[in-house]
């Protein structure tokens, strides 16, 4: 026996929710719940035909893929009740309309169940999410290429990145080069000097050297400048390459500057060596004053002298400075002197430094060393 349906609190024409009974309440999961038999004859009337409540248990258990989150709502497509899909709600694309062929419809344009479409596939392939027309739509292929191009960088970023390149790679280089020349030629000059002084003192003491004539990048002296601590091997020639790069001090022996040597009765012993890199004994001459000793060892004397002058300038083609009698040094008749030449100011070769100075003590090796050499 059915009864007149009464009206329900939500407004859609049916009993309260609470009226069902404990048989509804405790139905379980959602998905599995059977609702009460209509009659679908009389759907949309407004006394709708109810079978007695123990018909939920005569109700068949929905397909795993057709059951439902929620409510079925009065009015829609399927019936006296629509359906909000857990497909639809789980896929974010909505709730579903129409019958099972519509959602099929439906799922198959999304790609399947839990599927994507081909546009979709693809990383970028999904429009920004926002609001407004196709805020969140799968993206066309020619739409995510497009975009990816955009992302790509311009000429103008790609020649300024190249020039960056160039100017860090240069300035690598540039550094590389100067720490080369300041510090690993003295390295090496330094090395090759000291190798050298120690050669010719053991060469003197077994006597396998003799005074006379040398060739060109032969070391025959010892040259000693107290004051500056400087030690360094005095060889025939100022060739940069056999004699200078090597940190030894080179003499003037070679046409057409060719000057005497310590142990000529007159004339002047002129040499030469580098103020800065590859050793730079002749760095500091210019802290020089008259009356410092500067000491030249050969293999029989040694010979003193003392600083008499210094040109703190001149050009590289003023060779006067060579002269037996020096131009510009103070001296005007012939003796016996010294000159020592290089480049000025520090680290260019620009100009030359030239210091002159007076031999005052010819000391045998037999008698010792001089008191400039002991103090």
Partial sequence: MTTPRPEREDGYGGVPYGSYGP??????????ARMPAVDERDEYNGYTEYADYTDYAAMPELPLEDRTMALRVPG???GAY?????????????????????????????????GRSGGDRDADAVAPTGFGEGAGRPLSRVEARQRARARKPGATVMVSRAIGEIFITTGVVMLL???????????????????????LQDDWANGKRAPGAFEPGQGFAILHIPKL??????AEGVSNKNVLDKGMVGH????????AMPYDKTGNFGLAAHRNTHGEPFRYINRLVAGDAVVVETQDEYFVYKVASMLPVTPPSNTSVLNPVPTGSGFTQQGRYITLTTCTPEFTSKYRLIVWGKMVEERPRSKGKPD????
Avoid: C, M
Avoid at 25 to 30: N, Q, T, V
């Fill in 23 to 32: 048989a509804f309440a405790g139905a379980g999961d959602p998905g599995t």
């Fill in 76 to 78: 829609g497509p399927e």
């Fill in 82 to 114: 629509g359906s909000l899909s857990a497909s639809a709600g789980a896929s974010g694309a909505g709730p579903a309309t129409g019958g099972r062929a519509a959602r099929r419809k439906a799922a198959k344009r999304g790609g399947g169940r839990g």
């Fill in 177 to 199: 080069f100067v720490t080369y020349q300041l510090w690993w030629t003295n390295v090496r000059a330094h090395a090759e000097a000291g190798s050298e002084t120690s050669q």
């Fill in 229 to 234: 601590d400087v030690v360094a091997p005095i």
């Fill in 252 to 259: 003037y022996g070679e046409a057409p500057l060719k000057t």
């Fill in 372 to 375: 400039a050499l002991i103090q």
